[in-house]
């Protein structure tokens, strides 16, 4: 915290920042994709061109949509234009923008040094959003982003549970498109990502049913979590919800809340059941 923060002559803390980037966050973002990116393209690739040259094609072509004939000749003038762009741009288009730079950075360590500095920037200037999985997410505090990132992790180098990777990656997609989010159907990837996880260790097709079997796997879970989740999966098969079912009347549409709710407790809950289950010697390889 800074000196004038700390006397109160500054506001301590802003509102998180979910449908809108003030100047701060703007620039902070824009820094970081000119000194981690952009000004790294120097090197040349073996028709002549600079990596900048290239980035520039694949920019005009995938990203603008333009004619790449229209790509000013100098490359003062290229960044120029860019940086034009992304100041232009919706608060959803600059995160439309750093999702498509991080996706073309080859690099490995390169995009994971690019995507937690945008984080660092993204948690200090209070944004809504952190970069999971080279998608942005709507994630507000360390905590959820420590649960889902870590569910991830999990579920996509433990070979049995590339199912459950797989929904949980559907989920962020769902919940994360800015312009049309589907949180109905994240809520449903959510829950499958558990359902999933429960399978491969129960081998119960159904979650009601490997809940209520998983203590004689050798888990003994929290009777207050196991019933929490009962309920959850009891409200994702509700026939007002129609989340996992046909929709037979005026249904009860999720929102943003409940999508995002989902995601964390869901992740969370892997997180659980993994661990649980290594403890007592259940193998997911």
């Known amino acids: 915290m800074r000196f004038s923060q700390r006397i109160g002559k500054t506001p301590s803390k802003k509102d998180i920042q979910l449908d809108w980037i003030d100047e701060d966050l703007k620039n902070g973002l824009w820094n970081l994709i000119k000194m981690l990116f952009i000004d790294k393209l120097d090197k040349y690739t073996d028709y002549g061109k600079s990596e900048f040259d290239k980035f520039a094609e694949i920019l005009w072509h995938n990203f603008y949509k333009m004619a790449i004939d229209t790509i000013p000749e100098y490359k003062s003038s290229v960044e120029s234009y860019i940086r034009k762009r992304f100041y232009d741009f919706e608060w959803y288009e600059i995160y439309d923008f750093i999702e498509f730079i991080i996706s073309i950075q080859l690099n490995h360590s390169e995009k994971n040094k690019l995507?937690?500095?945008?984080?660092?920037?993204?948690e200090r200037e209070f944004s809504g959003y952190r970069i999971i999985d080279e998608k942005v997410a709507p994630i507000s505090n360390q905590l959820e982003f420590e649960e889902v990132s870590y569910a991830l992790d999990k579920?996509?180098?433990?070979?049995?549970?590339?199912?459950?990777?797989?929904?949980?990656?559907?989920?962020?997609?769902?919940?994360?498109?800015?312009?049309?989010?589907?949180y109905r159907n994240s809520v449903k990837e959510s829950i499958s990502a558990v359902e999933s996880t429960c399978r491969?260790?129960?081998?119960?097709?159904?979650?009601?049913?490997?809940?209520?079997?998983?203590?004689?796997?050798?888990?003994?879970?929290?009777?207050?979590?196991?019933?929490?989740?009962?309920?959850?999966?009891?409200?994702?098969?509700?026939?007002?919800?129609?989340?996992?079912?046909?929709?037979?009347?005026?249904?009860?549409?999720?929102?943003?809340?409940?999508?995002?709710?989902?995601?964390?407790?869901?992740?969370?809950f892997i997180n659980y059941?993994?661990?649980k289950a290594e403890k007592i010697g259940i193998k997911f390889e």
């Open 200 to 268: 491969i260790i129960t081998g119960e097709n159904t979650l009601g049913k490997a809940l209520n079997k998983l203590e004689s796997k050798g888990l003994n879970l929290n009777k207050q979590l196991k019933s929490g989740f009962d309920k959850i999966y009891a409200y994702t098969n509700d026939k007002d919800n129609g989340i996992r079912h046909a929709i037979v009347s005026e249904p009860i549409e999720p929102d943003f809340a409940d999508a995002k709710y989902m995601l964390i407790s869901c992740s969370s």
């Open 155 to 182: 579920t996509k180098f433990l070979t049995a549970l590339e199912g459950a990777n797989i929904h949980l990656t559907n989920a962020i997609e769902l919940i994360s498109d800015k312009k049309n989010p589907n």
């Open 115 to 122: 995507a937690s500095s945008i984080n660092a920037v993204l």
């Open 273 to 275: 059941l993994i661990t």
